[in-house]
């Protein structure tokens, strides 16, 4: 990776990738920021996460108000949100038109906007080949991380980094982001806590994240934890369990016993987590 500016000032580099915020909860924007990341490793690109005004909505906060960078500064804020304007809400009737932007250190640089990279095809167009002396703002809020590795030039780029499919998004993300200790309460501690952290590089156990977002797809999501409880029966298997309907809570506490840890350590309504 091209070493970061935050300011784009200094030596710019020759290709940046620009997430900006979409209208969605904190957990699909990152998802977005974490793929758009990933297409930046790709092309050699500087990355950055646009700094904008949060949405009316109180869950729309910007990932700052929960996140700070680790190990190379994302945060960027443009002087006018015009380069981009076309990528925010409201979405209908937009056209977006290309540009010139001047960068502080003087350096004229072609933009482009890009809303979704979703599919292989759109980011061979848009990114690979259209990737020299260019600003990509990107807006999307959905991953595309595990299906690269079906594509050999990209999966040969990220291997080299010591990435596997299963390995690129947490390991992406925990580049990008560390939670402010202001953040999670003293209850998200102590969970956070019962995951073991410290053990992390111990292949015995395994960690497996649940988000049910509604009530009625329970039963899908409970028989793949089923099948993963089976395919790992040799393991210590510790779940987490995101959901905001506590009676699905209760049947997976039921269910899953003391291997099935909740935000709250016990059934709770989890609708405004983010709030906490």
């Not at 990355?47 to 960027?76: C, G, H, K, M």
């Not at 004229?108 to 690979?128: A, E, I, P, R, S």
Request: glycine share 4%; proline share 5%; net charge positive.
């Amino acid at each position: 990776m091209i070493a970061h500016d935050p300011k784009l000032i200094g030596n710019p580099g020759s290709r940046y990738v620009v997430s900006i915020p979409v209208h969605t909860g904190p957990a699909d924007n990152m998802l977005g920021y974490v793929s758009a990341f990933m297409w930046a490793l790709l092309i050699n690109a500087t990355y950055f996460v646009a700094s904008i005004e949060p949405f009316s909505d109180r869950t729309q906060r910007p990932v700052e108000a929960a996140y700070d960078p680790l190990f190379i500064w994302w945060n960027i804020s443009f002087k006018s949100s015009n380069y981009y304007k076309c990528l925010l809400p409201p979405y209908v009737n937009k056209h977006c038109k290309d540009g010139i932007i001047y960068l502080e250190s003087g350096k004229k640089m072609k933009y482009t906007h890009m809303l979704g990279v979703n599919d292989y095809v759109n980011f061979q167009n848009n990114l690979v080949r259209n990737s020299y002396d260019l600003i990509h703002f990107i807006a999307l809020n959905r991953g595309y991380t595990y299906d690269i590795f079906d594509y050999l030039k990209d999966r040969e780029t990220l291997s080299s980094y010591g990435l596997t499919s299963h390995t690129l998004f947490p390991c992406l993300f925990n580049f990008l982001f560390k939670m402010r200790g202001d953040v999670c309460s003293p209850a998200c501690r102590r969970t956070a806590a019962l995951l073991r952290p410290n053990e992390r590089f111990d292949h015995s156990i395994i960690r497996i994240g649940i988000q049910i977002r509604y009530a009625s797809h329970s039963p899908y999501h409970f028989n793949c934890i089923d099948q993963l409880l089976d395919k790992y029966t040799t393991k210590e298997v510790i779940l987490l369990l995101i959901c905001a309907d506590e009676d699905v809570q209760m049947t997976a506490k039921e269910r899953y016993g003391s291997r099935l840890l909740l935000p709250e350590g016990q059934p709770a309504n989890v609708t405004h987590v983010h709030d906490r």
